[in-house]
Nanobody, 115 residues
Framework: VRLVESGGGLVQPGGSLRLSCAAS????????MSWYRQAPGKERELVAA????????NYADSVKGRFTISRDNAKNTVYLQMNNLKPEDTAVYYC?????????WGQGTQVTVSS
């Protein structure tokens, strides 16, 4: 079982990035998939989530209207489209797959928003 995040980097305020979370060893459509982030000196926080059945989404208030979580079942990958990025979005972003039996985490990808 593996989750591999990619797509992070350095971007100017107002810019965009798309993070990818490629899964292997399980099917993302069967899990509750989420993106979390952790900034230096802060606790890890939930950013966005998508349910297994139905694909309902939920977002932290701080990213509503700017971030979009989506899932490509054919590629077994979950995405986080981030628009209008702000310096306070700077953090390591982690992908999470959760079910009643399992809880998987990726290694994280760094997102830095700075001019």
């Amino acid at each position: 079982v593996r989750l591999v995040e990619s797509g992070g980097g350095l971007v100017q305020p107002g810019g965009s990035l798309r993070l990818s979370c490629a899964a292997s060893g399980f099917t993302v459509s069967s899990y509750f998939m989420s993106w979390y982030r952790q900034a230096p000196g802060k606790e890890r926080e939930l950013v966005a989530a998508i349910t297994n059945a139905g694909g309902s989404t939920n977002y932290a208030d701080s990213v509503k209207g700017r971030f979009t979580i989506s899932r490509d079942n054919a590629k077994n990958t979950v995405y986080l489209q981030m628009n209008n990025l702000k310096p306070e979005d700077t953090a390591v972003y982690y992908c999470n797959a959760f079910s009643l039996k399992y809880d998987y985490w990726g290694q994280g990808t760094q997102v830095t928003v700075s001019s």
